[in-house]
């Protein structure tokens, strides 16, 4: 039988009743003899509270390195947490479970705390506990970095663990349990009229995951496209014997149908500057942009109108 990585975020195990309703979704594919390794976020709103904490413990800021050791320390316990409640669920189940710390598959960074990039996971030893019917149930976001301390992903990094850890065992893919049954046109909680896309390609997921869509962290969408695991973004308030279908995120061969466009994904945080009368003489426009530069203001599009 196949290995499976599947992921539960924020609101999915926001309470023990949604640890519950999760611990379903993970029985039905255990009881399909599936090798099952589950990955958790914290409970919703859990690493805002903790962020906000650190906030307030670290006044006046100690240096900046000890402060971002420390934040990860904090913010990585979280996931701690739900990965052992959600263990406990599935033992009470009667299942064979237990959970895994960052540091315990072990699942290697690099130095850059509060933001780290996974420099390699051992997997050997997950892959061997799940295949002998054991549930792994791995926390997200978390891993350990050079310097022996835990290091955290960024926010939204448990979909990172989740497919880097899918990748690390082979898994045949990666589900995405989240609080939307899919992947949208565009944000549904913004648009009542976003409709959910069957599949999407791995470049066009990339590009809405970098322009915020933040269904899915993008650099989990770069380790799927590198190494090729097939990840459905799925919803864990549907009833579990009766999931939707969800979306796929593939290569673009498997994708029949092709869109020109396929998503809208807004940004709130751009400020459009209109500069009128600007001479048609050359340097003027690169007095503006030197300027800009100099005072290190990003441009991200530039529209050029002859028009008043
Ligand atoms: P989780 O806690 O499960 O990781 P997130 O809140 O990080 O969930 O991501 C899910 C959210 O992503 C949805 O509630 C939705 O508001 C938002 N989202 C933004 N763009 C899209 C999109 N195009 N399709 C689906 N969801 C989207
Ligand atoms: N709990 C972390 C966050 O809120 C990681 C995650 O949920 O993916 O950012
Ligand atoms: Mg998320």
Request: charged share 25%; aromatic share 4%.
């Amino acid at each position: 039988m196949a290995r499976i990585v599947m992921k539960f975020g924020g609101t999915s195990v926001a309470n023990l009743d949604r640890i519950r309703a999760a611990a379903a979704f993970v029985r039905r594919e255990a009881d399909a003899g599936h090798s099952v390794a589950v990955v958790v976020s914290a409970m919703a709103g859990e690493t805002n509270r903790l962020v906000g904490l650190c906030a307030e413990a670290g006044e006046p800021a100690p240096a900046l390195d000890a402060r971002d050791v420390e934040y990860d320390a904090v913010v990585a316990s979280g996931e701690q947490v739900t990965s052992g409640l959600l263990a406990l669920v599935m033992q009470n189940l009667g299942y064979r479970a237990r959970s895994w710390q960052g540091w315990q598959i072990p699942l290697k960074t690099d130095l850059a705390h509060g933001k780290a990039r996974i420099a390699e996971i051992e997997g050997e030893a997950l892959g061997e506990a799940i295949d002998s019917g054991e549930i792994a149930i791995c926390a997200g976001f978390q891993g350990i970095a050079p310097d022996g301390r835990i290091a955290t992903l960024g926010r939204g990094g448990s979909d990172t663990s989740a497919v880097a850890l899918a990748a690390a065992v082979g898994a045949e893919r990666c589900d995405i349990y989240t609080d939307v049954d899919g992947v949208y046109t565009t944000d549904p909680r913004l648009t009542k009229q976003a409709r959910r896309i069957n599949k999407i390609s791995f470049e066009e997921m990339l590009e809405m995951a970098s322009v915020g869509a933040k269904v899915l962290q993008t650099r989990s969408v770069e380790l799927a496209m590198r190494y090729k695991v097939p990840v459905r973004v799925l919803s864990s308030f549907d009833p579990p014997d009766a999931p939707g279908p969800g979306t796929l995120i593939c290569d673009e061969d498997d994708i029949v149908e092709e869109n020109v466009v396929t998503t809208v994904t807004p940004d709130f945080n751009e400020a459009s500057v209109t500069i009128l009368a600007v001479p048609d003489e050359p340097g003027r426009a690169a007095g503006i942009f030197d300027a800009l530069a100099a005072a290190n203001i990003n441009i991200d599009m530039i529209v050029q109108s002859a028009s008043r």
